[in-house]
């Protein structure tokens, strides 16, 4: 049998590697993937803990917050504020930034996330997750603020996403292609089960909200007009359809087989320009499909390059197999 790759020898053969990964990256994450494995059992544990349902509060984006969004939540932060790695994180459980309390030593990074994507599929047992992504705070001896977040995707130094479905699946970048990891529950550790990820450039499956369609812009309208033509249509092929409304269920299938994930603006709130978040889940997400050879945009840009002006911005999000996302751009951007 072939020797097993634990996460923490890939990230010190990463390191070595011409120095790839500092050690304080490779610290930082390895805390991450500890916080996935302790969200992961109490995921597992459902109804037998204290998991499921509401919690009766509200985010700063005006949602509900369930149980597990602010376990979740709590665990990452107490994982990650002692390790003098960090110098402050962000997530969308919270208005501001959380600053690590200077009982602690002050490390070079800043750590956004997303602790629970896809909280409508906790209480009904469905693949949910957390996403992740690490910015290098800026030079200098002041104290962090907000606007020290405020670096465009293509400055991340890691990006990942742990989904809790039938297995465990942690998934990571630090900008040399894409590897990913399933935990061993037995013994507690994830083991690289795929490294060099690749996504087909052509698909036949598309993700998105149906009951959205009244309220899309024409080039989302007729990207998805054609599919549903079939082979009859402009497209000549049959599409299929899957919406998990996981954000990382979806990303995740898209990473294994290929595919397109579409959250375009829509209608209903028009000042709004997605339902995404850019910070926490578009762009790490987006440099992921990016290092597996996919593509993500806005319909006009480029995820990655996009400025971001505040911590909680939303964003249009077309992402998955290079051919079909440069299509839906393109519908987008006439010449
Ligand atoms: P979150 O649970 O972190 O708020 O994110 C949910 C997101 C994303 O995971 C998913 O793709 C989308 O919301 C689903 O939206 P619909 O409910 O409109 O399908
Ligand atoms: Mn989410
Ligand atoms: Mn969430």
Not at 3 to 32: A, C, M, N, S, W
Not at 245 to 257: E, G, N, P
Not at 281 to 306: K, S, V
Request: net charge negative; glycine share 8%; with cysteine.
């Amino acid at each position: 049998m072939s020797k097993r790759v634990f996460l923490t020898r890939y990230l010190v053969e990463q390191q070595r590697h011409d120095g790839r990964i500092p050690p304080e990256l490779r610290l930082l994450l390895e805390v991450v993937a500890r916080a996935c494995k302790r969200i992961s059992l109490a995921v597992n544990k459902g109804a037998l803990g204290e998991v499921m349902g509401s919690a009766d509060s509200e985010n700063v984006q005006g949602e509900v917050q369930k149980k597990l969004d602010i376990i979740a939540n709590e665990v990452l932060i107490e994982a990650n504020e002692w390790g003098g790695h960090l110098a402050a994180m962000a997530s969308e459980e919270m208005e501001g930034i959380y600053l690590v309390p200077n009982r602690y030593p002050q490390g070079e990074y800043l750590l956004l996330f997303d602790p629970l994507d896809g909280s409508s599929n906790i209480d009904v047992n469905v693949s949910i997750g957390t996403i992740f992504s690490v910015l290098r705070k800026p030079e200098g001896d002041r104290g962090v603020e907000e606007s020290d977040f405020l670096q465009p995707g293509c400055q991340q130094v890691a990006a990942g996403y742990c989904v809790y479905g039938p297995q465990t699946t942690l998934v990571l970048t630090v900008g040399d292609g894409v590897a990913m990891f399933t935990l061993d529950r037995e013994q507690g550790s994830f083991v690289l089960t795929e490294e060099n990820v690749r996504i087909p450039e052509d698909t036949k499956e598309f993700a998105i909200n149906m009951s959205n369609m009244r309220h899309w812009d024409e080039p989302v309208r007729r990207y998805i007009d054609e599919c549903l033509q079939g082979k009859e249509g402009p497209r000549g092929k049959d599409f299929n359809m899957r919406w998990v409304a996981s954000m990382v269920a979806d990303v995740h299938r898209i990473m294994t087989r290929g595919g397109v994930f579409l959250y375009p603006w829509d209608r209903r709130e028009p000042t709004k320009p997605g339902k995404l978040r850019l910070m926490y889940e578009a762009n790490p997400m987006g440099w992921l499909i990016e290092q597996a050879g996919g593509a993500a945009t806005n319909g006009r840009q480029r995820i990655l390059d996009i400025a971001p002006r505040t911590l909680h911005e939303r964003v249009s999000v077309i992402l998955g197999s290079k051919n079909e996302v440069e299509r839906v751009t393109s519908y987008h951007n006439p010449l």
